[in-house]
T-cell receptor, first 115, second 113 residues
């Protein structure tokens, strides 16, 4: 049981390049999330997927797209990377049962540097 | 909108000292409250949570009580260890289980031997 896994662990991009961050969970969770972590800012929600087939914007969605490929996988895409997207990206998952405040489980993170 | 305010660090303590990290929140409804911990180079792990007023969450010697009257969820530990050095995040969830968490900015705790 690996929990939440993310690839890659670290990536360097040039401004304007594109890339996809991958996330998978093996806990049969319904909901998945992408956050970014910046110094002094805590974690901010980029996008989430309450269930397979649905996605919604979070607090800071601009410059990103997501795909909920199946129940296990939730990817985050940067179409044209900008230096402001330099950050550590965390994927998380939860049962997402309506009416319950479920614990979210986090992956180890992807450190992205945009030059 | 929802928000979480917590004391920013770094907070430096000696081993065996008493720890308090303050956390207050603003929410429109009745949120659940969480403390997550992040050790260097790792993702976040749930430390404890409370889902309704007056609930006390506890784990690994840490405790926090959900105080609706003061909208607070302060984290405490009676005797800290060097291994408790980490970043601690207070967070809330109001979305019925599927929405994202709202985090505070994090408190960097350093325990010196």
């Amino acid at each position: 049981n690996a929990g939440v896994t993310q690839t890659p662990k670290f990536q360097v991009l040039k401004t304007g390049q594109s890339m996809t961050l991958q996330c998978a969970q093996d806990m049969n969770h319904n909901s998945m999330y992408w956050y970014r972590q910046d110094p002094g800012m805590g974690l901010r929600l980029i996008y989430y997927s309450a269930s397979e087939g649905t996605t919604d914007k979070g607090e800071v969605p601009n410059g990103y797209n997501v795909s909920r490929l199946n129940k296990r996988e939730f990817s985050l895409r940067l179409e044209s990377a900008a230096p402001s997207q330099t950050s550590v990206y965390f994927c998380a998952s939860s049962n997402g049962l309506a009416g319950l405040q479920e614990t979210q489980y986090f992956g180890p993170g992807t450190r992205l540097l945009v030059l | 909108g929802d928000s979480v305010t917590q004391m920013e660090g770094p907070v430096t303590l000696s081993e065996e000292a008493f720890l308090t990290i303050n956390c207050t929140y603003t929410a429109t409804g009745y949120p659940s409250l969480f403390w997550y911990v992040q050790y260097p180079g790792e993702g976040l792990q749930l430390l404890l949570k409370a889902t309704k007023a007056d609930d006390k969450g506890s784990n690994k010697g840490f405790e926090a009580t959900y105080r609706k009257e003061t909208t607070s969820f302060h984290l405490e530990k009676g005797s800290v260890q060097v291994s408790d050095s980490a970043v601690y995040f207070c967070a809330l969830s109001e979305g019925g289980g599927a929405d994202g968490l709202t985090f505070g900015k994090g408190t960097h705790l350093i325990i010196q031997p």
